[in-house]
T-cell receptor, first 114, second 115 residues
Framework: NAGVTQTPKFRILKIGQSMTLQCAQDMNHNYMYWYRQDPGMGLKLIYYSVGAGITDKGEVPNGYNVSRSTTEDFPLRLELAAPSQTSVYFC?????????????FGNGTRLTVT | DAKTTQPPSMDCAEGRAANLPCNHSTISGNEYVYWYRQIHSQGPQYIIHGLKNNETNEMASLIITEDRKSSTLILPHATLRDTAVYYCIVRAPLNYGGSQGNLIFGKGTKLSVKP
């Protein structure tokens, strides 16, 4: 298994541009999450999904959108990039085999908005 | 989810045991204690978790006090590759009390393993 795969690894955007951060997992996990991490800080939850067709907001959803059309993929969309969205973005997934299953994280997408 | 308190940084000599403390005095009875680490901006890596009993795996040991208000992560023989930020996180079980399984990260402890 490749685990959680995020693309691209790095991206530079101009203010107002849009882009989609891709996240895919091959572990048949039904729960998936998007986090952002600003320098020197812990991760903050942007959006999450408990299964295909179901998404919900996390702590910092403004400026982002998500979709979950398949179990494997959970893309994160930035419509109008702003400098405040400069961050490292992490995708994670878990399965509900037991109620305490750990999350598995991808290696992140480093985004700079100038 | 309950909050946790960790020292911002610690040093450890290579080959020695690293003992990382965590305070979670407001933990609820069904909340688990999880430990993750993050090596140089990579994705967080799961280490270990527990509820009441002490736990051990190939990476580390987790010691939880009897009153569950604090815990210690032990890396028995720290190496330079263990230099990372270590996060202690308390989380309710999935689907309990509205929990959707997400982890709430603090700033963690930056562990520096020195030769």
């Amino acid at each position: 298994n490749a685990g959680v795969t995020q693309t691209p690894k790095f991206r530079i955007l101009k203010i107002g541009q849009s882009m989609t951060l891709q996240c895919a997992q091959d572990m048949n996990h039904n729960y998936m999450y998007w986090y952002r991490q600003d320098p020197g800080m812990g991760l903050k939850l942007i959006y999450y999904s408990v299964g295909a067709g179901i998404t919900d907001k996390g702590e910092v959803p403004n400026g982002y959108n998500v979709s979950r059309s398949t179990t494997e993929d959970f893309p994160l969309r930035l419509e109008l990039a702003a400098p405040s969205q400069t961050s490292v973005y992490f995708c994670a997934s878990t399965q509900v085999v037991t109620m305490n299953s750990p999350l598995h994280f991808g290696n992140g997408t480093r985004l700079t908005v100038t | 989810d309950a909050k946790t308190t960790q020292p911002p940084s610690m040093d450890c000599a290579e080959g020695r045991a690293a003992n990382l403390p965590c305070n979670h005095s407001t933990i609820s009875g069904n909340e688990y204690v999880y430990w993750y680490r993050q090596i140089h901006s990579q994705g967080p890596q799961y280490i270990i978790h527990g509820l009441k009993n002490n736990e051990t795996n190939e990476m580390a040991s987790l010691i939880i006090t009897e009153d569950r208000k604090s815990s210690t992560l032990i890396l028995p023989h720290a190496t330079l590759r263990d230099t990372a930020v270590y996060y202690c996180i308390v989380r309710a079980p999935l689907n309990y009390g509205g929990s959707q399984g997400n982890l709430i990260f603090g700033k963690g402890t930056k562990l520096s393993v020195k030769p």
